[in-house]
Protein backbone atom coordinates (compact mmCIF):
# COMPACT_ATOMS: atom_id res chain seq x y z
CA UNK A 1 0.00 0.00 0.00
CA UNK A 2 1.12 3.68 -1.25
CA UNK A 3 0.43 6.96 0.38
CA UNK A 4 -0.88 7.94 -3.11
CA UNK A 5 -4.01 5.60 -2.19
CA UNK A 6 -4.66 6.86 1.13
CA UNK A 7 -3.31 11.08 0.83
CA UNK A 8 -6.53 13.25 1.71
CA UNK A 9 -7.35 14.87 -1.20
CA UNK A 10 -7.94 17.82 -2.93
CA UNK A 11 -5.54 19.86 -0.96
CA UNK A 12 -6.53 22.72 1.25
CA UNK A 13 -3.86 25.55 1.17
CA UNK A 14 -3.45 28.67 2.32
CA UNK A 15 -0.82 31.62 0.85
CA UNK A 16 2.22 32.71 3.17
CA UNK A 17 0.28 36.09 3.39
CA UNK A 18 -3.08 34.69 4.51
CA UNK A 19 -3.77 36.59 7.59
CA UNK A 20 -3.64 34.45 10.94
CA UNK A 21 -7.55 35.09 11.74
CA UNK A 22 -8.59 34.09 8.20
CA UNK A 23 -6.76 30.65 8.50
CA UNK A 24 -8.30 30.12 11.56
CA UNK A 25 -11.31 30.23 10.76
CA UNK A 26 -10.14 27.73 7.78
CA UNK A 27 -9.45 25.65 10.34
CA UNK A 28 -12.35 25.99 11.78
CA UNK A 29 -14.76 25.03 8.47
CA UNK A 30 -12.53 22.46 7.21
CA UNK A 31 -11.89 19.03 8.81
CA UNK A 32 -8.32 19.68 9.19
CA UNK A 33 -5.23 20.80 11.50
CA UNK A 34 -3.05 21.43 9.12
CA UNK A 35 -2.33 22.99 5.48
CA UNK A 36 0.59 23.48 3.10
CA UNK A 37 1.62 26.90 2.58
CA UNK A 38 1.85 27.51 -1.29
CA UNK A 39 3.34 30.67 -3.09
CA UNK A 40 3.36 30.72 -6.84
CA UNK A 41 2.74 27.49 -7.17
CA UNK A 42 5.39 25.74 -4.99
CA UNK A 43 5.45 24.62 -1.55
CA UNK A 44 6.81 26.96 1.32
CA UNK A 45 5.77 26.00 4.47
CA UNK A 46 3.37 24.00 6.56
CA UNK A 47 1.18 25.49 9.02
CA UNK A 48 -0.98 23.74 12.07
CA UNK A 49 -3.87 24.75 13.78
CA UNK A 50 -1.57 24.38 17.07
CA UNK A 51 1.15 27.48 15.42
CA UNK A 52 -2.00 29.10 14.66
CA UNK A 53 -3.07 29.35 18.36
CA UNK A 54 0.04 30.25 19.99
CA UNK A 55 0.30 33.01 17.75
CA UNK A 56 -3.08 34.27 19.15
CA UNK A 57 -2.96 36.94 22.28
CA UNK A 58 -2.41 35.26 25.72
CA UNK A 59 -5.99 36.03 27.41
CA UNK A 60 -3.43 37.72 30.30
CA UNK A 61 -2.61 40.41 28.06
CA UNK A 62 -3.34 44.21 29.02
CA UNK A 63 -3.94 45.39 25.74
CA UNK A 64 -6.97 46.48 24.76
CA UNK A 65 -9.38 44.81 22.34
CA UNK A 66 -8.79 47.10 19.78
CA UNK A 67 -5.16 46.95 19.99
CA UNK A 68 -4.98 43.07 20.08
CA UNK A 69 -7.26 43.23 17.01
CA UNK A 70 -4.82 46.04 15.09
CA UNK A 71 -1.83 43.39 15.95
CA UNK A 72 -3.00 40.11 15.29
CA UNK A 73 -3.89 41.74 11.58
CA UNK A 74 -0.68 42.55 10.45
CA UNK A 75 0.49 38.74 11.46
CA UNK A 76 0.33 36.41 8.25
CA UNK A 77 0.71 33.02 8.15
CA UNK A 78 4.18 33.74 7.50
CA UNK A 79 5.43 34.53 10.27
CA UNK A 80 4.46 31.42 12.17
CA UNK A 81 4.77 28.64 9.87
CA UNK A 82 7.50 25.76 9.60
CA UNK A 83 9.92 26.52 6.87
CA UNK A 84 11.52 22.97 7.65
CA UNK A 85 8.93 20.99 5.43
CA UNK A 86 9.66 17.18 5.19
CA UNK A 87 7.11 15.84 2.64
CA UNK A 88 6.50 12.13 0.67
CA UNK A 89 5.41 11.14 -2.76
CA UNK A 90 2.58 8.72 -3.89
CA UNK A 91 4.67 5.95 -4.40
CA UNK A 92 6.04 6.45 -0.75
CA UNK A 93 5.17 2.90 1.14
CA UNK A 94 2.08 3.84 3.81
CA UNK A 95 4.32 2.37 6.25
CA UNK A 96 7.50 4.73 5.81
CA UNK A 97 4.78 7.85 6.19
CA UNK A 98 3.76 6.41 9.59
CA UNK A 99 7.73 5.99 10.45
CA UNK A 100 8.62 9.45 9.51
CA UNK A 101 5.88 11.05 11.35
CA UNK A 102 6.23 9.12 14.56
CA UNK A 103 10.19 9.65 14.35
CA UNK A 104 9.73 13.00 13.32
CA UNK A 105 6.44 13.66 16.00
CA UNK A 106 4.15 15.35 13.27
CA UNK A 107 0.65 14.59 12.61
CA UNK A 108 1.01 15.18 8.61
CA UNK A 109 3.01 15.43 5.50
CA UNK A 110 2.73 16.89 2.33
CA UNK A 111 2.26 14.47 -0.68
CA UNK A 112 4.74 15.99 -3.57
CA UNK A 113 4.93 15.13 -7.30
CA UNK A 114 7.58 17.38 -8.67
CA UNK A 115 7.15 20.61 -6.98
CA UNK A 116 3.30 20.19 -7.07
CA UNK A 117 1.41 18.98 -3.41
CA UNK A 118 -1.27 16.61 -4.57
CA UNK A 119 -2.48 15.50 -1.44
CA UNK A 120 -1.77 14.76 2.52
CA UNK A 121 -1.05 11.99 4.63
CA UNK A 122 -2.05 12.18 8.22
CA UNK A 123 -2.73 10.79 11.38
CA UNK A 124 -6.16 10.20 10.74
CA UNK A 125 -5.50 8.35 7.32
CA UNK A 126 -3.01 6.27 9.11
CA UNK A 127 -5.45 5.07 11.82
CA UNK A 128 -8.43 4.00 8.91
CA UNK A 129 -5.55 2.21 7.57
CA UNK A 130 -4.68 0.55 11.13
CA UNK A 131 -8.33 -0.15 11.59
CA UNK A 132 -8.92 -2.34 8.14
CA UNK A 133 -5.37 -3.79 9.21
CA UNK A 134 -7.05 -5.35 12.29
CA UNK A 135 -10.76 -5.60 10.74
CA UNK A 136 -12.26 -3.18 13.36
CA UNK A 137 -15.05 -2.48 10.99
CA UNK A 138 -15.77 -6.74 10.07
CA UNK A 139 -17.18 -9.59 12.13
CA UNK A 140 -15.00 -12.52 13.13
CA UNK A 141 -13.46 -14.37 15.94
CA UNK A 142 -10.39 -12.53 17.29
CA UNK A 143 -7.72 -14.41 18.16
CA UNK A 144 -4.33 -13.16 19.87
CA UNK A 145 -1.24 -15.54 20.47
CA UNK A 146 2.13 -16.05 20.97
CA UNK A 147 4.24 -18.77 18.26
CA UNK A 148 8.10 -18.59 18.25
CA UNK A 149 10.09 -16.46 15.92
CA UNK A 150 11.56 -19.22 12.97
CA UNK A 151 10.72 -20.24 9.94
CA UNK A 152 7.41 -22.31 9.58
CA UNK A 153 5.87 -21.60 12.57
CA UNK A 154 3.52 -18.65 10.96
CA UNK A 155 2.48 -21.35 8.02
CA UNK A 156 1.66 -23.50 11.16
CA UNK A 157 -1.04 -21.10 11.41
CA UNK A 158 -2.45 -20.22 8.21
CA UNK A 159 -2.76 -23.84 7.46
CA UNK A 160 -4.25 -24.73 10.54
CA UNK A 161 -7.49 -21.93 9.78
CA UNK A 162 -7.36 -23.23 6.03
CA UNK A 163 -8.15 -27.14 6.98
CA UNK A 164 -10.41 -26.46 9.48
CA UNK A 165 -12.05 -24.45 6.70
CA UNK A 166 -11.69 -20.68 7.70
CA UNK A 167 -10.46 -17.52 6.01
CA UNK A 168 -8.41 -14.59 7.70
CA UNK A 169 -11.15 -11.33 7.56
CA UNK A 170 -7.61 -9.33 9.47
CA UNK A 171 -3.76 -10.13 10.36
CA UNK A 172 -1.40 -8.25 12.53
CA UNK A 173 2.36 -9.57 13.11
CA UNK A 174 3.85 -7.89 15.97
CA UNK A 175 7.18 -8.16 18.46
CA UNK A 176 6.67 -10.94 20.81
CA UNK A 177 8.14 -10.67 24.79
CA UNK A 178 11.60 -11.27 23.44
CA UNK A 179 13.81 -11.57 20.34
CA UNK A 180 12.46 -15.56 20.40
CA UNK A 181 8.43 -15.10 20.11
CA UNK A 182 6.13 -13.03 18.00
CA UNK A 183 2.42 -12.16 18.80
CA UNK A 184 -0.48 -12.91 16.39
CA UNK A 185 -3.67 -10.45 16.32
CA UNK A 186 -6.05 -11.66 13.83
CA UNK A 187 -9.65 -12.23 12.93
CA UNK A 188 -11.23 -15.73 11.36
CA UNK A 189 -14.41 -16.25 9.88
CA UNK A 190 -15.93 -19.97 9.35
CA UNK A 191 -14.67 -21.26 12.77
CA UNK A 192 -16.84 -20.83 15.97
CA UNK A 193 -15.01 -19.81 19.02
CA UNK A 194 -14.47 -22.86 20.83
CA UNK A 195 -13.35 -24.26 18.30
CA UNK A 196 -10.47 -21.98 17.65
CA UNK A 197 -7.86 -23.81 20.83
CA UNK A 198 -8.18 -27.42 19.29
CA UNK A 199 -7.69 -26.05 15.84
CA UNK A 200 -4.77 -24.02 16.58
CA UNK A 201 -3.66 -26.10 19.58
CA UNK A 202 -0.61 -27.61 18.05
CA UNK A 203 0.51 -24.31 15.73
CA UNK A 204 0.74 -21.59 18.65
CA UNK A 205 2.85 -21.71 21.89
CA UNK A 206 0.09 -19.48 24.05
CA UNK A 207 -2.91 -18.11 23.68
CA UNK A 208 -3.74 -14.39 25.36
CA UNK A 209 -7.17 -13.77 23.99
CA UNK A 210 -9.88 -15.46 22.13
CA UNK A 211 -13.10 -13.74 21.48
CA UNK A 212 -16.30 -12.96 19.11
CA UNK A 213 -15.77 -9.55 18.02
Known amino acids: ?35 PVIKDGK ?3 IISQGDLLNASPS ?10 NYLISKVTVKNVMSKKII ?23 PVVDGDKVVGMITETDLFKVFLELMGARDKGIRVTATIDDK ?8 KAI ?32 DEIKRVL ?13
Do not use: C, H, Q
Not at 59 to 68: G, N
Not at 87 to 109: F, S
Not at 163 to 191: H, P, W
Open 201 to 213: GNAVKKFWDVRES
Open 43 to 45: LVG
Open 87 to 109: TVTKDTPIEEAARIMADKKIGGL
Open 59 to 68: SATTLSVWEM
Open 1 to 35: MFVGERMSRPVISVSPETPINDALVMFKKEPIRRA
Open 151 to 158: PGELAKVT
Open 162 to 193: AEAGGNFVSFGFFSGADASTKVLTFKVEGIKK
